[in-house]
């Protein structure tokens, strides 16, 4: 009979899936910058969290129809410290939303407060109102 155990299956990989034993500089940005995508009416509403940033570490960008979000913590440390384990995240993390070519940096709206980051995107994107020459006729 076929086992686990022949095929590279060992008591240590279960033991050192023990969150004690992960790394957490192992997670993905999307686990670090859990988001909730809601459709309203006229727009839909982004809600990103992100604990223990200040509006300042947050950067939201718009390029070739991709919005992307940038947070970056610096690890704040005391020279006389000697951690044991460091399980809060310093460093940037990034995610990106296609979005469409046709919105503009002015069509978004954004605030943060309380640790959450909420994007508001309209839905239909406002068409550009073209100045069309207005002549006046001649008799």
Not at 31 to 36: A, E, F, I, K, V
Not at 45 to 68: F, R, S
Not at 91 to 102: I, L
Not at 128 to 138: A, G, M, N, S
């Amino acid at each position: 009979m076929l086992s686990r155990r022949n095929y590279g299956y060992h008591l240590f990989d279960e033991l050192f899936k023990d969150p004690f034993f992960t790394d957490s500089y192992h997670q993905n940005d999307a686990s670090l910058m859990r988001t909730d995508i809601q459709e309203k009416d006229h727009y839909y509403m982004l809600d990103m969290e992100l604990p223990g940033y200040h509006k300042e570490d947050v950067q939201a960008e718009l390029k070739d129809g991709y919005l992307t979000i940038t947070a970056t913590r610096s690890a704040q440390t005391d020279p006389d410290s000697h951690y044991l384990r460091r399980e809060r995240f310093s460093g940037t993390s990034k995610r990106s939303f296609y979005v469409g070519d046709q919105r503009e940096k002015e069509d978004i709206k954004a605030e943060f407060k309380d640790g959450i980051l909420r994007i508001c995107i309209p839905k239909e994107v406002p068409k550009k109102v073209e100045e069309k020459p207005t002549f006046i006729q001649i008799d």
